[in-house]
């Protein structure tokens, strides 16, 4: 159980006259937050009501930058192709892990997903979540293979070319 520390309204009434926290709206005043912010983690001990005020300022800069400055995911291929630039491999360094080049290929540029058991082959060897190589259901965009397209038998008279074994002529 966590102990409620007692903090002196007016030691922290006075403390919140002077650094205005505000619900951030703009960079302007995201930057002049992240200043009192500063000031605060300059310290060497902070007060109970310095802490308070430390920690309602940074939720305040946090949900703007949640906000402002969102990440996007990025897929699988792309951040396989980062971990591999960063420590200078090549797709050969991952052949135990796709067992082919071809297939090493194909993943790297993105024409084929990444399978669960080779994503968490990937997240061995790179010390890092196997999660980061698979897409969830809302953004499964990568397909393994094309879906084939359906042909319609096409109507063959004489002089047509033959299609099977069966229909070439015998000798």
Known sequence: MTAVVKIDAKKYGRL????LPVAVQTEAQNERMLAEIWKLMS???????????????????????????RIEPAPPHEVLK???EDRGLRQKDL???FKSSGISSEVTRGKRAISKSQALRLGDFFHVSPELFLWG???ATVRTRAPRAKRKPEARGKGAPA???S???HR
């Open 43 to 69: 310290k060497d001990s902070l007060t109970p009501e310095e802490q308070a005020l430390l920690v309602l300022m940074s939720e305040l800069v946090e949900r703007f930058e949640e906000r402002q400055y």
């Open 95 to 97: 052949l135990h892990i």
């Open 137 to 139: 259901p809302k953004e």
């Open 167 to 169: 229909e070439l002529p």
């Open 163 to 165: 299609r099977r074994a």
């Open 16 to 19: 919140l006259a002077k650094a």
């Open 82 to 84: 980062m971990l591999m």
